[in-house]
């Protein structure tokens, strides 16, 4: 957070200086779902109180007994506060779950009957998913569709998703593959900032109908589709909040057999109920290109083998620089 605020502040510095009809935008802010969080949290631990205090006060009719829960609850999150702080840990989605998780606990302890209200607002699963306030689409096109077809298919999808209501701002470009994380001509991804959670209080206007109301528009569009979804609630779970995984092929089979079975994996693994969409990054259709280095040559200029394919896999593929590492943290 503080971060964030740094980063506005020196944009809005350069911004002063800026020459006239240059001007900039923050259309991406995974800082303003942290934020939200935090009032979420403290909307919680005030309903947790008031709960606390009206039934013990409601069965025990006793203001000393009403009043020990009560103090006891904001001791235990001072002493949780604190463990953290020892433990050199911060602020984030994980640990704003784990203190709801203990405001739970609490509420539990104290009394039985308000726990079960409390608890009741977490998901059934280990991290609930949370409306970030964002949507991430991947328009796709047909193998081998030039670059231009695809930049031409990403403006005519910004325009519709743009006249939204319920879209913000918009960040977009073409010629990269997020599902797959490669470079592909006819692929692309999007970044869509929804507008404020108070504004977006109807049926269907949050994040994950969003996300299925971009993917029947893509399915309305006949040059390509647009495959949408909300981020996971914890960075690293993935790509989509779902499960990835790798099918292992150990024989000779060429890449058009192995694109066949993991064809026929998704259609088995989508007919599972407790499995949705799933698919298989593998496309051979895509038009492919077969190097051969030439190794006494390179050897005879005096160019080691090793940065001939470093330099192949950074300009087709991609290449991992490294972590970027401030005060021991990554």
């Not at 060429?254 to 989508?270: H, L, T």
């Not at 300009?315 to 990554?330: H, I, Q």
């Amino acid at each position: 957070m503080e971060t964030a605020a740094q980063v506005r502040e020196t944009l809005a510095d350069m911004g002063s200086r800026f020459p006239d009809g240059l001007e900039y935008e923050i259309p991406y802010d995974t800082t303003e779902f942290i934020e939200a969080s935090i009032q979420e949290v403290v909307i919680t631990l005030g309903v947790a109180l008031l709960l606390v205090m009206a039934v013990t006060f409601l069965f025990l009719q006793h203001l000393c007994s009403t009043l020990i829960p009560l103090v006891a609850i904001p001791v235990s999150l001072i002493g949780t506060f604190a463990g953290m702080q020892a433990l050199g840990l911060s602020v984030n989605l994980l640990t704003l779950f784990g203190l709801t998780l203990a405001i739970g606990v609490l509420v539990f302890a104290a009394i039985i009957g308000a726990s079960l209200f409390t608890l009741s607002r977490m998901a059934n699963g280990l991290v609930p998913q949370e409306d970030q306030g964002f949507v991430l689409a991947a328009p796709m096109l047909p193998a081998g569709a030039a670059l231009g077809r695809t930049e031409v298919f990403r403006d005519e999808m910004a325009d519709q998703l743009l006249a939204m209501d319920e879209v913000d701002e918009m960040v977009s470009f073409a010629g990269f593959d997020m599902i797959a994380g490669a470079l592909r001509r006819n692929a692309g991804v999007a970044f869509l900032t929804l507008a404020d959670w108070h504004k977006r209080t109807g049926e269907g206007q949050d994040a994950a109908s969003m996300a299925n109301r971009i993917m029947g528009l893509g399915a309305q569009m006949q040059e390509g589709n647009i495959l949408a979804f909300v981020p996971p609630p914890i960075q690293g779970l993935s790509l989509t909040g779902g499960v990835e995984g790798f099918l292992q092929v150990r024989g000779d089979e060429s890449p058009e057999e192995i694109q066949a079975i993991g064809e026929r994996f998704v259609a088995v693994a989508n007919e599972r109920p407790e499995l949705v969409n799933a698919n298989v990054t593998l496309d051979t259709g895509i038009p492919r290109y077969h190097a051969e280095v030439d190794r006494e040559k390179a050897r005879a200029a005096g160019v080691p083998i090793d940065q001939v394919f470093g330099a192949l896999q950074s300009t087709f593929g991609a290449d991992y620089v490294n972590d970027f590492t401030l005060e021991g943290r990554s």
